[in-house]
């Protein structure tokens, strides 16, 4: 198991009460079943079918958003979570 880092921008970070978690996960899904252990305000990221709920955007490294969230992380990914109203 690899470890990754969760940082969390704007309504997330409110929410989490930090700026980053770091956690040991394979894939996206698994880091986010961290943060929602980790964090009760983001206790809702996920819908009943798993997927990211509405509200959220995932991307790693800044690269991509996440559409599969049982895609493989690769070790040391960083994961961005942040509102889906987010932008200016």
């Known amino acids: 198991m690899g470890r990754v880092t969760v940082e969390f921008y704007g309504v997330p970070r409110q929410r989490a009460g930090r700026a980053e978690l770091a956690a040991d996960a394979e894939t996206a899904a698994a880091a986010l079943a961290r943060v929602a252990e980790a964090c009760p305000g983001l206790r809702p990221l996920l819908t009943p079918d798993g997927r990211l709920a509405p509200q ?25 979570l942040l509102s889906a109203d987010a932008g200016g």
Request: glycine residues 8%; aromatic residues 8%.
């Open 56 to 80: 959220y955007l995932l991307s790693i490294d800044g690269d991509r958003f996440v559409a599969d969230l049982s895609e493989p992380l690769p070790v040391g990914a960083r994961l961005l």
